[in-house]
């Protein structure tokens, strides 16, 4: 019988999990089935402890559950501990693992499928919110030579910034936290859209002249041109949206799964050719 595996989220409809795992099992011979779960907003803790009693081995849990997947789970591993946020499960025995694989979809993505450096770089990160948490640490991992958190409330990105130290205190060390309006002047090599601005149609207030020479911007948010992008394009910027980090953390989930890491390549370009 082939092992269970399933996204939960509310919603879940639009999810490309299921295409993308189903990609990684034909790639490396595993026998699994991948689903989508939809979890009612305050039941999630039911639906997905009926999916582990019913047989299943683990979930990727996406918005907005990834705050009660943390509180849910036994044991935390691989980031999930620093972010206080669960984005894959997986089942041993009786005991559910959380671990946080969206640091390391984003770097896997910025660094080996964009050829980007963070080490000694500046860094802009937008937003503070889970996916921030979920990031932050990873990025402060490679040493930049400083990783600035913006966000429209400024206590927001001051509590992020605050947690971190208390997580990562040597990592954090140069991290600092701005509105938006502290930002005109400076300049950034990266700059890390993880707000939902893209998803609204907004556009955060960001200053000309934001991005240095040859800087990347990266927008969490995949399938469309968000106005961060456009603006970004049209200040000499490299553009990417979160697709690579999309497929790349989920090669991570499969890994902590099933013991073998799948290409991640040519399931980013299948779901390039399929927009």
């Known amino acids: 019988m082939s092992n269970r595996y399933a996204v939960i989220g509310n919603p879940v409809g639009h999810s490309k999990s299921p295409l993308i795992h189903a990609a990684f099992a034909r790639q490396t011979g595993q026998d699994i089935v991948y689903d989508r779960l939809l979890a009612p907003l305050d039941g999630f803790e039911v639906t997905a402890q009926?999916?582990?009693?019913?047989?299943?081995?683990?979930?990727?849990?996406?918005v907005p559950f990834k705050r009660e997947a943390w509180d849910l789970v036994d044991e935390c591993e691989g980031g999930a501990l620093s972010a206080e946020a669960?984005?894959?499960?997986?089942?041993?025995?009786?005991?559910?693992?959380?671990?946080?694989?969206?640091?390391?979809?984003?770097?896997?993505?910025?660094?080996?499928?964009?050829?980007?450096?963070?080490?000694?770089?500046?860094?802009?990160?937008?937003?503070?919110?889970?996916?921030?948490?979920?990031?932050?640490?990873?990025?402060?991992?490679?040493?930049?030579?400083?990783?600035?958190?913006?966000?429209?409330?400024?206590?927001k990105a001051e509590r992020l910034v605050r947690h971190f130290h208390q997580h990562a205190a040597a990592?954090?060390?140069?991290?600092?936290?701005?509105?938006?309006?502290?930002?005109?002047?400076?300049?950034?090599?990266?700059?890390?859209?993880?707000?939902?601005?893209?998803?609204?149609?907004?556009?955060?207030?960001?200053?000309?002249?934001?991005?240095?020479?040859?800087?990347?911007?990266?927008?969490?948010?995949?399938?469309?041109?968000?106005?961060?992008?456009?603006?970004?394009?049209?200040?000499?910027?490299?553009?990417?949206?979160?697709?690579?980090?999309?497929?790349?953390?989920a090669a991570e989930s499969f890994f902590i799964w099933r013991g073998v890491r799948p290409q991640t390549a040519p399931v980013i370009a299948q779901l390039r050719s399929e927009r």
């Open 171 to 249: 990592a954090a060390q140069g991290v600092a936290a701005l509105p938006y309006e502290k930002l005109d002047g400076q300049a950034f090599d990266l700059v890390v859209n993880a707000t939902s601005a893209g998803l609204e149609g907004a556009m955060p207030p960001l200053p000309e002249n934001l991005f240095a020479p040859g800087a990347i911007a990266y927008d969490m948010v995949y399938g469309r041109e968000t106005r961060f992008l456009a603006f970004a394009r049209a200040s000499g910027a490299v553009c990417a949206d979160g697709l690579g980090m999309l497929v790349e953390q």
């Open 86 to 155: 669960v984005n894959t499960i997986k089942r041993v025995g009786k005991r559910l693992i959380g671990y946080n694989t969206d640091g390391k979809g984003l770097l896997a993505d910025l660094e080996h499928n964009l050829g980007a450096t963070i080490t000694g770089k500046r860094v802009l990160l937008m937003g503070a919110g889970g996916a921030s948490y979920g990031v932050l640490q990873p990025l402060l991992e490679r040493r930049p030579q400083r990783l600035v958190v913006v966000n429209r409330t400024l206590d």
């Open 50 to 62: 009926q999916f582990f009693h019913e047989g299943g081995q683990g979930l990727n849990v996406t």
